[in-house]
């Protein structure tokens, strides 16, 4: 049974474990997962972007007003670090993001990038015995990242020189989780970052807490999983991806928003 904090640290569970989808928290249909099963190539499907980076939203009316907060609290944080416009579903535009507490399967998880239609992000309210996705927004924005378009980032092309998988460590049925992507995939132009929101935990999917499965190589004593902001560099390939850093204004911007809210 998992037991669940408010304070959730990389040593304890697993809230975007959830099981049958793709590194714990992505939904790919199964054409999809082997087609993009270590990324999308951003330049030849910028449809998966969302157009003109305008995100209508719908959250549903089960949650909790406590929980609305947090969901709230990270789209505005979103919209606050980037020039993407989350907006309150019209309830005409034909593509939204439906965050809704779904049962099956339970969890935090996502599609990566826009699929078309309404597209849930799931995120499950704390409960006895399920995992918690609303503790803090840093869940809520790792889910939105991954509706954004944004892959884990130990699963960058150029990840072994900064971490170690364990494999030895893994829960046999999760090791693709760990698996990389190709080095076209790669399109952002920043540096590897321990510190991102989209970074797994020393122990995810581990068989035993004691026994990592990721580890970094370059600073021995880096904690990596941080759920609770943004890092500078999610913030940036954030807006990197949606075109804000396009011109020099906006760079300037964006670039003091990220240094400076960024972790
Ligand atoms: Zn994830």
Redesign the pocket.
Known sequence: MLNMTSDLTDSEIDP?MSPGLF????ALTNDLYNYWRVGIKWDAFPEKLWKNGIVPYSISPLYEPSDQVTILKAIKTLNFMTCIKFVPWNGKSKDYLLIWPIKYPRG???FVGRFGGSQIVSLQPPDKNGPNCLGTEGRAM??LM?ALGVF?EQSRWDRDKFVKIHEENIIPRFRSNFDKQSLDNTTYGFEYDYDSI?HYGKTFFSKSKSKPTITTKMNHSKKIGQRKALSKGDCLKLNDLYGCLDNVPMKRKYYNICNFMGI
């Open positions: 975007e590194q714990g928290d992505m935090c998880w996502s790792h889910e991954h884990h989209m």
